[in-house]
């Protein structure tokens, strides 16, 4: 099973609460939890792109870096670890983002790929007036496709004549290209619609399940994305977007979780929940549906919350799961989770045995 890092490049990482570890966001420790994976031997790391918070007493994702610039910085001081950098497509016209995907490619070769971001919070958007429109919202998936075809034209051969709806190229150029015509494309639909642009154009998928220590909720995401691979005739990998609260025991790393819900800040939920039901056709699957539907706590995703021993195990159990290749990591603290995670939990993991013994 493949382990990445969803890195703090938003205040307060993924907790939405007044009194979980409170920070903002800075190259400093996004480098050292990057340097942190590489030392571990994670696969990858991940930033998102985000252009406005949620606000409320937490500030919410108020403070955020840029992803491309970031993640430039990132692979100039790593050897290894793969990274990933994500670009909100409505922002950036795709054959300038093919020049800067190849800018860091070529600071790091063979180390970078790209998080395709359709966009669903349209505040971010509204506030530079570049929102489209509601119409946005049903065709985003189509969007993306037009995006990701111009990339892969002009990564493969330099240049691009496509012709399509939202984007007509004229012998659009880019050089040079990377090598083997081609860089890795990732993305992270949880519609069935999402899936099926994940499927046809990317090679990685994230997915994302809710609850606390039930691994079992995963499956049924991993299985929607393996029809849309079926239908599509192609391999994309599901990996799961989770949160790990651990401790020395399960009533100490239970009750960190019970004193950050405590601190859940509604104004922020509220805010965010606001942004999502302006999508009035939202699958119940999407990113936007489970916002709208999720409990009043700090984090909707999966979290494994427990003694290093418990967590080591629901990891083993969860790489069981049909179709799942590997998980990207949040923590409540990074510096303190990495380490955790490096020194307690991976060493525990029988799913990651025979990595660390080659790494070794």
């Known amino acids: 099973m ?3 890092v969803f890195l703090p490049i938003g205040n307060n990482g993924w907790l939405i609460s007044t009194t979980s570890p409170q920070y903002m966001p800075s190259f400093e ?3 050292d939890v990057t340097l942190m994976a590489e030392k571990y031997g994670f696969e ?7 252009l406005r918070g949620f606000g409320g007493p937490s500030e919410y994702w108020d403070h955020n ?3 491309f610039t970031l993640m430039a910085g990132l692979a100039s001081i790593t050897t290894r670890v793969k990274l990933f950098a994500s670009v909100a497509v409505l922002t950036v016209p795709p054959a300038l983002l093919a020049r800067m995907a190849v800018t860091i490619d070529a600071i790091a070769p063979g180390r970078f790929g790209v998080n395709i971001v359709s966009g669903w919070q349209k505040a971010e958007y509204e506030q530079m007036g570049i929102w489209p429109g509601e119409a946005h919202f049903a065709r985003r998936y189509d969007y993306c496709g037009e995006y990701v ?4 034209d002009l990564w493969a051969t330099g240049r691009s004549d496509f012709k399509g709806d939202f984007f007509q190229m004229t012998d659009c150029r880019v050089s040079p290209q990377p090598k083997g015509g081609k860089l890795d494309v990732i993305s992270a639909g949880q519609s069935n619609r999402g899936m099926q642009f994940a499927a046809e154009y990317a090679e990685m998928n994230f997915i994302s399940a809710g609850g606390i220590n ?9 299985e929607r994305l393996m029809a849309a691979n079926a239908t599509a005739g192609a391999d994309c990998k599901a990996v799961l977007l989770m949160m790990i609260i651990a401790d020395e025991t399960d009533e100490a790393a239970m009750a960190k979780w019970h004193r950050y819900v405590e601190g859940t800040d509604l104004e922020a939920l509220a805010w965010r929940d606001s942004q999502a039901a302006a999508d009035v056709k939202a699958e119940a699957h999407s990113t936007v549906g489970r916002m709208v539907t999720s409990d009043r706590v700090p984090t909707n995703m999966l979290r494994l919350i427990g003694s290093y021993e418990t967590v080591a195990r629901q990891l083993d159990e969860l790489s069981e799961t049909p179709g799942l290749r590997g998980v990207m990591l949040t923590f409540d603290d990074y510096l303190i989770g990495m380490e955790q995670f490096g020194t307690r939990i991976q060493p525990l993991m029988k799913c990651r045995a025979d990595r660390l013994a080659k790494a070794a």
């Open 2 to 4: 493949d382990i990445g």
């Open 29 to 31: 420790l996004n480098r």
């Open 44 to 50: 990858f790391a991940l930033s998102m792109i985000k």
């Open 65 to 67: 870096l840029e992803s």
């Open 149 to 152: 075809q111009v990339l892969r």
């Open 214 to 222: 039930d691994v079992s909720k995963v499956r049924p995401h991993t």
